[in-house]
């Protein structure tokens, strides 16, 4: 049986010892409403008291309604420090600016300028940026590269979505963010899951035990291998060699 008290305590010690190294006054992390985001702000939060949870609504309906109602609801619940920053009418001026874009290029456009606003705050206020991504997330690639995939730390780097359930389930966090659809709020109606193709309790069963329908496998080894160049650092020239 998985000791969650001990996960607790190793994943808390992880951040203290990160915080004293770094002579930071605090940890910042983009509370989107979600689970990972939610368990990420309750390890931030027992680590470090001056932990800010920022919500970053952006041209997206979800992010204006359940996604604040749940991030403001765990925030209290969790006594963690709440701020909204709207980001529409940003996201709306680029996008005006800059001209006609592919369609393929609009859903990143969001996290992007989550994390330009998240660092921002967190240079002027003595900060480091806590990353929410999963496990499944990072072997998918379903992560914005330079959005959502940028942070100073991540403690819940090596769980999978699955793990990350059962992590709040034990921690005691608010229902509606346990129950609720996996969603970036990238666009309207959009849902991890639909966008994959595949769910996430596939996808682990995958990561965890190797085990896959051969549909699956064909979706997961697509998307692990079209995201390679996420999770590796950028190429540069090394005029040594």
């Given at each position: 049986m998985r000791d969650y008290q001990k996960e607790t305590d190793n994943r808390v010690k992880f951040i203290k010892d990160l915080v004293a190294t770094a002579k930071v006054d605090g940890i910042i992390f983009a509370n989107s409403g979600g689970k990972d985001a939610a368990l990420v702000g309750i390890l931030c939060?027992?680590?470090?008291?001056?932990?800010?949870?920022?919500?970053l609504p952006c041209n997206v309906s979800r992010n204006y309604e359940s996604d604040i109602d749940d991030a403001v609801l765990f925030s209290k619940q969790s006594n963690i420090p709440h701020k909204t920053i709207s980001l529409t009418s940003t996201f709306k001026e680029l996008t005006q600016t800059i001209g006609p874009l592919a369609?393929?290029?609009?859903?990143?456009?969001?996290?992007?300028?989550?994390?330009?606003?998240?660092?921002?705050?967190?240079?002027?206020?003595?900060?480091?940026?806590?990353?929410t991504g999963n496990r499944s997330e990072r072997y998918t690639g379903y992560f914005t590269k330079w959005g959502d995939g940028a942070f100073d730390f991540n403690?819940?780097?090596?769980?999978?979505?699955?793990?990350?359930?059962?992590?709040?389930?034990?921690?005691?966090?608010?229902?509606?963010?346990?129950?609720?659809?996996?969603?970036?709020?990238?666009?309207?109606?959009?849902t991890d899951e639909t966008e994959m193709g595949i769910t996430y309790a596939?996808?682990?069963?995958f990561l965890l035990t190797g085990q896959v329908s051969d549909h699956d496998a064909i979706i997961i080894n697509r998307m692990h291998g079209a995201s390679h160049h996420k999770r590796k650092p950028p190429v540069v020239y090394d005029g040594s060699m």
């Open positions: 939060k027992m680590a470090c008291d001056n932990t800010l949870g920022v919500s369609a393929a290029a609009l859903p990143n456009i969001a996290p992007r300028l989550r994390m330009t606003t998240i660092y921002t705050i967190a240079n002027s206020e003595n900060r480091l940026v806590a990353g403690p819940i780097a090596d769980l999978t979505a699955t793990e990350v359930l059962e992590f709040l389930r034990y921690l005691g966090a608010p229902a509606s963010i346990i129950e609720k659809p996996p969603s970036a709020g990238l666009y309207e109606g959009q596939a996808l682990d069963n």
